[in-house]
């Protein structure tokens, strides 16, 4: 190794892929692509659309190879990221207003396109919404590939160039990084992008550590200094001191005993200390997942989002289709319990083939959506409940519905319920006829009257994403708001106590399958409060099983008990913080 003879600099972004990173940097310093700017005549006119036409088909075709290797390579779920790209290439507006633009400018189709192009990258970037926000890295990638396309440039591959160095550039675009051989890099470090952009997700499936939104970080590194990517605190260290790298070596050596120790404890039982048993359950959106959620130590699926099957779909999935992949997942699990959430779309999640009004809704949360949809759509709603009733015959699935807001609308759902099963019955279908029922708690309204829902319902699931932000009149992807958004408000605490209050009453379990579940911190609080399941996204089930195995339950009951009596927010957040720390020893900082 080099002596480190310049100065050491310490950089602070974004903690986006964990692990520890130590190599020679590799700074991509990106340049505009060059578009010739001239004017067209009327006779050319229809030329320079054909021209487009046939950059659209030639973009298509490299997006659709490059997403079959994807898939053979990292997997169906990774590869589905270029859906998007794929519906940005059908857009009619984009490509019509493209066509407008030729022919109020009587410009080259390069210029039109990349004009239209930019006012759409703009408008998306405007939106206050990170995931609307992050289409328009979708758009901004698929116009580049057009363009490239059209003037005959391919996108160059960096991972090849940047083998066994830490690659630093100013944003990895997903086409980009998904033509990269990453094997070879060692880190990745970003100017732009955030936790959720496609090539940082990419980065965590491949155990890359990252560090994104490092503003300015081109200018600071030269090519091949030696750097450390933190990819745990969100820091890079650029031409690190002898100690920092040995306190890196340490630290690096620590993390991995760490993770060794949390991953063998994801093979044992969910207890706590003082021996209760606490469901766990994965929260998934595809059948793609199963593996992933068990390795992580899942014991079920307390809420499969079947809405995505319906999002990725042109028309109305069958029955047939649901069921398969319902199958799936009950077979996959066997006698531990699968919940599948009939459809919750509509409002922020509408759908093309199906009718959700003429204009768009001035308040799509408190909107058309979940059951309300369902049930003005009674035979798609009937071809689902029938899908996971013959699921049922698999394995132990448990159905439950989403948004419910009062006694009506359950009893309605439930006897669309009763006629799926008559008809089965007299098709001599098999199904499983005694199916548990549940419904998730989370508006407000029905919180307040669990105690009636209960009488009607096997299970109870608490969606605190929802919940919440219903509760306390936040917008739960309003970045403005997000201050406001707390799980540890008294409001909050006192209405979960009363939803597990009821459900205990009524002899009925009850989960919590909000993030709010998944938040290492929150969850001795929510298991103080009186929640028996928790059910969590596959990539936080290890640490929560760890902090379950290591804590008591007598303490958690302690914990909720003061947090209910403390009028501070803040105060309870941070009582959490400690209690959590206490549990997990030097497991915290993993
Ligand atoms: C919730 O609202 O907490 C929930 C789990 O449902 P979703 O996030 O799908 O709305
Ligand atoms: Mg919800």
Redesign the pocket.
């Known amino acids: 190794m080099d002596a480190p003879h310049k100065t050491e600099k310490i950089l602070t972004g974004i903690a986006a892929s964990p692990g520890i990173a130590h190599g020679r940097a590799f700074v991509v310093v990106q340049t505009e692509l060059e578009l010739p700017v001239y004017h067209i005549d009327a006779t050319q006119r229809d030329a320079e659309i054909a021209r487009f036409d046939q950059a659209l088909v030639a973009t298509r075709q490299q997006i659709v190879k490059m997403q079959g290797e994807i898939a053979r390579s990292l997997g169906e779920d990774e590869a589905r990221i270029f859906d998007a790209h794929l519906l940005v290439l059908e857009d009619q507006a984009l490509i019509s207003e493209t066509i407008r633009e030729v022919d109020t400018t009587m410009r080259n189709i390069e210029t039109c396109f990349r004009a239209v192009g930019q006012r759409y990258v703009e408008a998306f970037g405007r939106i206050d919404d990170e995931y609307l926000r992050e289409r328009a890295a979708d758009i901004r990638d698929v116009v580049e590939r057009v363009l490239h396309n059209l003037t005959g440039r391919t996108v160059e591959n960096l991972a090849r160039l940047a083998s066994d160095r830490v690659l630093l550039t100013y944003d990895i675009s997903t086409s980009g990084s998904a033509g990269m051989d990453k094997s070879g890099i060692l880190g990745l470090v970003t100017e732009a992008g955030s936790r959720t952009s496609h090539a940082v997700i990419m980065a965590r499936s491949m155990k890359i550590p990252a560090v994104v939104g490092l503003k300015g970080a081109s200018a600071e590194v030269e090519d091949a200094d030696w750097v450390i990517v933190d990819g745990y605190d969100g820091l890079v260290v650029v031409n690190p001191s002898e100690q920092t790298l040995f306190r890196y070596g340490k630290l690096q050596l620590q993390r991995r005993t760490l993770e060794k120790r949390m991953l063998a404890s994801a093979r044992q039982p969910a207890q706590t200390l003082d021996r209760k048993h606490i469901g766990l359950h994965a929260?998934i959106e595809t059948a793609d997942e199963l593996q992933r959620a068990r390795d992580a130590g899942g014991e079920g699926v307390g809420?499969f989002?079947t809405e995505f099957l319906f999002l990725q779909s042109d028309t109305v999935p069958s029955e047939e289709m649901q069921f398969e992949t319902y199958r799936k997942v009950a077979e996959f699990f066997g006698s531990e319990p699968v919940t599948i959430r009939s459809i919750?779309l509509g409002g922020d999640k509408p759908v093309r083939w199906a009718n959700f009004g003429e204009k768009p809704e001035a308040n799509p949360f408190l909107g058309f959506r979940a059951i309300r949809f369902c049930l003005e759509n009674i035979p798609i709603f009937k071809a689902q409940l029938k899908a996971i009733l013959r699921a049922g015959a698999y394995g132990n699935v448990r159905l439950m519905f989403?948004m419910i807001s009062g006694m009506d609308e359950l009893d309605r759902a439930l006897l669309v319920l009763a006629e799926a099963k008559a008809e089965l019955k007299a098709a001599g279908v098999p199904f499983n006829t005694r199916m548990p029922v549940g419904t998730?708690i989370?508006i407000p309204s029905a919180a307040v009257i669990a105690d009636l829902l209960a009488t009607r319902c096997d299970f109870f699931s608490?969606?605190?994403?929802?919940?919440i932000q219903y509760l306390l009149a936040v917008d739960r992807g309003n970045m403005r708001t997000a201050h406001l958004y707390e799980p540890t408000h008294p409001a909050v605490l006192r209405t979960l106590k009363t939803i597990f209050d009821a459900a205990h009453e009524a002899r009925i379990p009850v989960s919590v399958?909000?993030?709010m579940a998944g938040d290492p911190v929150m969850v001795p609080l929510l298991l103080g409060l009186g929640a028996d399941d928790l059910s969590i996204s596959p990539a936080g089930l290890t640490v929560v099983k760890y902090l379950v195995q290591h804590m008591r339950m007598a303490d958690a009951v302690k914990l909720a008990r003061e947090a209910l009596e403390d009028p501070d927010a803040q105060r309870v957040a941070v009582r959490s913080m400690e209690f959590y720390r206490a549990c997990m020893g030097d497991m915290a900082t993993g």
């Open positions: 929260n809420l989002r919750d989403p998730m989370e608490v969606g605190t994403n929802d919940l399958c909000g993030e």
